[in-house]
């Protein structure tokens, strides 16, 4: 029955998920046991927008969300009123928050591939809430770097180190190289 022992998975959404969602919604109902990560990557350019989907969004499935991740434009994310629009939701920032971003968010999305070492660590020094690690759905090279930056994250912050997105290996073809990540 799909996702054996599986506590927490990723979505990404898109314009015609969020037309669909009534049906995405009970497919993942299905699913009782897993906390989902909804990421729109930034998909909602107005608060109209982004209240009017919020609004589908049964209290049952609501419940079951983890956090938001970059549902509105970074300029969006900048504005307190992105908190009252997705109530009751953690929200979670990705892709080089800006400060005003990253004063919004409860929850920070760090992909140690796509960016400097130091930017990576001076992101999650000064970021006081949860912290995810995730490979950027990569070559499984990219993936043992995620893998390391979260055992380093977890030494130093493991109170704030939630579940990381390791597991993306399976995502594209098999490499050559796949079975480092095994």
Not at 17 to 34: A, F, N
Not at 50 to 78: C, G, Q, Y
Not at 120 to 145: E, K, R, Y
Not at 159 to 175: I, M
Request: aromatic share 10%; hydrophobic share 40%; with cysteine.
């Amino acid at each position: 029955q799909g996702l054996p022992g599986t506590k927490v998975a990723k979505i990404k959404l898109g314009a015609n998920d969020i037309d669909d969602w009534e049906e995405i919604e009970d497919l993942l109902l299905d699913y009782p046991s897993v906390r989902w990560r909804l990421d729109f990557n930034g998909l909602f350019t107005s608060f109209t927008d982004a209240a009017s989907f919020w609004e589908r969004v049964s209290p049952t499935f609501k419940s079951k969300i983890e956090f938001l991740e970059d549902p509105v434009t970074e300029s969006l994310m900048a504005d307190p009123a992105v908190s009252r629009c997705f109530a009751g939701a953690k929200i979670a920032v990705d892709r080089s928050p800006g400060p005003a971003s990253l004063k919004q968010a409860h929850v920070l999305v760090v992909k140690p591939a796509t960016c400097s070492p130091d930017y990576f660590f001076d992101q999650v020094t000064s970021f006081s809430g949860p912290i995810v690690v995730t490979s950027a759905m990569d070559h499984p090279l990219g993936q043992l770097t995620a893998l390391h930056a979260a055992q380093l994250v977890q030494k130093k912050y493991p109170q704030r180190l939630l579940e990381c997105g390791l597991c993306t290996q399976d995502v594209y073809a098999p490499h050559p190289q796949s079975d480092w990540v095994r």
